[in-house]
């Protein structure tokens, strides 16, 4: 009986009524004002927008194929993480180049929050959803950690709202799927510590594991269709790609399923309320697993004007090539409007060979190198561009000129 029919039947007090009736009133207003925080703060910081983002969008909206496959670069020569953490912001600057990216960033970031908030509410209360709101909202640093941690948000619900169902479980795993194409490792260890909230006894038995079932096999059916259609693409992948997923996640996540599994159990048969705080814990570690999956470094070459328009002028597929952090290339794209090669992926790079082979056919025009020591990765690069070319010094960045 709800608190409205029991006041009414006098079945109990009226002031333990009037309080349960005001209650989700008061939470309401909690997750609200939660919410109205996020946007004030998110957009005080447009900053914590991330170039690298700016980039991978921008590409993505010149070039398809770099939007599959989240290149830096429009002629997708270099994914830069996982190939979906561009796709939404890539659509919206495709329909309109003006687009703000802060406000796309902002709406997944209020979601993320809301999404996490109304979860945890369910399970542990309006304080305890506040709290869990309030830390993701503090977390999250980019759109597309916001995009990561929203798809394992809406992974979650399900196992709060609507378990047993093989319907909710089979949304669940859509979600969870598109989490990992958008967030990589991160986010595939934040499936995995949902789907061992599912191996405990929140269902029968019977019912749990084939919930995991349905879950895991229709995300990995998702990350499994991007993998089938990829070697296909016109011109095939890119040259270089940094790693987003693999081996060590698909040994950690299954690990952390069944650490998270058998120690909710052991917890089980000593504390009865232990399944409530494991799933409170997986929530809120998997949503924050979606933020800071990704370094967020600074860019080390100034995006000058000078700088600028050298590249503005070059006139070749990529106006120039840079070493050190994916961020100088994103920050020198941005500034100059033309594409620009990043030779660091992670911790490869692109060979020697392939690069000579761009030059070679006028693909590149300039290598720029900032001042400071240059990473094992590419110091054969460096090294050969210092013999075979000349080098200018345009404010603190070494610009060799690859036409002469």
Known sequence: MTPAAALAAREIPVPVATRALARPRRGRAGVLALLAATVVTRSLRPDRLDVLD???????????????????????????????????????????????????????????????????????????GLVAGAVLALLLRSGDEAQTALLLGVTGYPLVRHRGSARWSLGAGLAGGGAVLVGGWGAALGVALLVGTLLLRWTPRRRAVLDVAVLT????ACVGVWFVVAPGWPGGPPVSSGVWIGPGAGVLAPLAATALALGGT????????????????????????????????????????????LLQAAGTTWSAATVGPWQNAAALELASDTAVLTLETGDAAMSLAQFQSYVATGRVRYLLVPDESTSAATSDVVAWAAAAHTAMTVGTTTVYDLSD
């Open 266 to 309: 052991w917890l089980w048969r000593r504390w009865r309320g232990a399944p409530r705080v494991v799933l409170v814990l997986a929530l809120v570690l998997s949503a924050g697993l979606g933020a800071g999956a990704r370094a967020h470094d600074a860019s080390t070459i100034p995006a000058d004007t000078s700088t600028t328009s």
């Open 217 to 220: 096999g229709t995300a990995a």
């Open 54 to 128: 700016r980039a991978v969008a921008w590409s993505g909206s010149q070039s398809w194929k770099a939007w599959f496959f989240g290149t830096l670069d429009p002629q997708a020569a270099t994914s830069v993480g996982a190939p979906a953490a561009g796709w939404l912001s890539g659509l919206v600057l495709r329909i309109s180049a003006s687009a703000d990216l802060v406000v796309l960033a902002t709406v997944l970031t209020v979601l993320a929050v809301a999404v996490l908030t109304v979860t945890v509410r369910r399970i542990a209360g309006p304080s305890a």
